[in-house]
Nanobody, 130 residues
């Protein structure tokens, strides 16, 4: 089992950058793939991106591709979400999520639905002013 705590959310101007952190407890962090999701008021929680257990593979939603980057440091039990060129539509509560399996058995599909991830943090608010 793993417990997750996000931080780093704040108010930022459009076009600016922000880096979110997610720190995990437990000794098995390196065995989990880590995802980021976001949820705007009145909307569903949607996929942002995911990184494999060793950081060797990443996958992003089209809406953030080229602007957001996920990285991880297994020695520090930390996963980061670097967000650049922020837009007002990026404003949301951002959640990190963990699961041991985040791809189909043949590797053809990354899991991008919230229900496919078992462990969640409490979220951190990102506000983007226009």
């Amino acid at each position: 089992q793993v417990q997750l705590v996000e931080s780093g959310g704040e108010l930022v101007q459009a076009g600016g950058s922000l880096r979110l952190s997610c720190v995990a407890s437990g000794r098995t962090f390196s065995s989990y793939a880590m995802g980021w999701f976001r949820q705007a008021p009145g909307k569903e929680r949607v996929f942002v991106g995911v990184i494999s257990w060793n950081g060797g593979s990443t996958y992003y939603a089209d809406s953030v591709k080229g602007r957001f980057t996920i990285s991880r440091d297994n020695a520090k039990n930390t996963v980061l979400l670097q967000m650049n060129s922020l837009k007002p539509e990026d404003a949301a509560v951002y959640y990190c999520a963990a699961d041991r399996r985040v791809r189909d058995s043949d590797g053809s599909r990354w899991f991008t639905s919230a229900y496919e991830y078992n462990y969640w943090g409490q979220g951190t608010q990102v506000t983007v002013s226009s």
